[in-house]
């Protein structure tokens, strides 16, 4: 019998930058015994993203958020909006070059993902948040 | 029991620029009676997007645009394609840059949308289009 | 009765550039028998894109090409990570900007792509690489 299984994760950041939450979703799928299907993941906020990013090398990260500083640099006179301060447009050029939302496969009761892959929330803001990921289970 | 249902909609854009799909978007999710789920959102158009985007200050939505008018400048001598005018090959780079597909998830019978988020189409072309947008509701 | 199928495609690349997989992903639909549904796509890579681009002028995809070369180019001082050579980094980077992942609604047995819509893989390394593409099919 198919299932839809809905769950809600907090999570909390430290500013800019990307967290590794594979383990995180990982769990959740075991957890609701999934063994087939696809796990679908939903931020919901827009200063904020799911990237997968290569794993292995730290370094890849830094380039990206060196990548993102160059194309929308933080306190860009050329932004409209700054009500909440010189990182605020940035965090949603950012979001929209990005994705807030991911759908993984799932196989043998794991996503599925590549040998180099693993699932990051990317934090674009300067200041700790804390985000809200939905997860969606479906067999 | 679980269910697939989808329709068709309509949207014309009057030329460039955001349009809050939202209310269109909560209206179907309503009419078909889903009550926990995910509303899949598919754009048939190369030229332009749809996005989550930051709904109570519209100059979110002017930086945007002058972002992409900024990244991909309309009627660039770089352009091979341009046989639809200055926009042509702007709007496919726009659309390739954010995305024509959304999945969202529904649970007490809406798109759980995060306070700020709301779903807009992105219009790339600087005319009037007709677009046609399939949604995909499932439980 | 829903059900939720699997498969793994395995697709070789010559090296940079757009490959078009529409008939391939068709194909399954159509062995898998699968009427009315959504059709999720999964690229176990970090260095490739799956994209939905114009298919009538193949120039859309040489500007596409050198849109990423010139806000991405290979070989840039600026990347840290560079290990496999001057296009791994872009290859990330471009990857971020697009997608590694698409869900397309599925009807009367085919994906219901616009006229102008066509999936391609986008291979961003230099060299020939194998792919592996996993697919979902859901009814």
Known sequence: M?????KILN???????TYNITDKIQKVILENNIHTGLCHLFLQHTSASLIL??????????????FMARIAPDGDPVYQHDMEGPDDMPA???????QNSLTIPISNGRCVLGTWQDIYLWEHRTATHKRQ???????
Chains 1, 2, 3 share one sequence.
């Open 2 to 6: 198919q299932c839809m299984k809905q």
């Open 11 to 17: 999570i909390e950041t430290k500013g800019r930058g």
């Open 53 to 66: 990013c290569e794993n292995a090398d730290p370094t890849v990260r830094i380039d990206l958020e060196n």
């Open 92 to 98: 949603h050029i950012r979001t929209i070059l990005t």
């Open 133 to 139: 990921l939905i997860i969606t289970l479906q067999n």
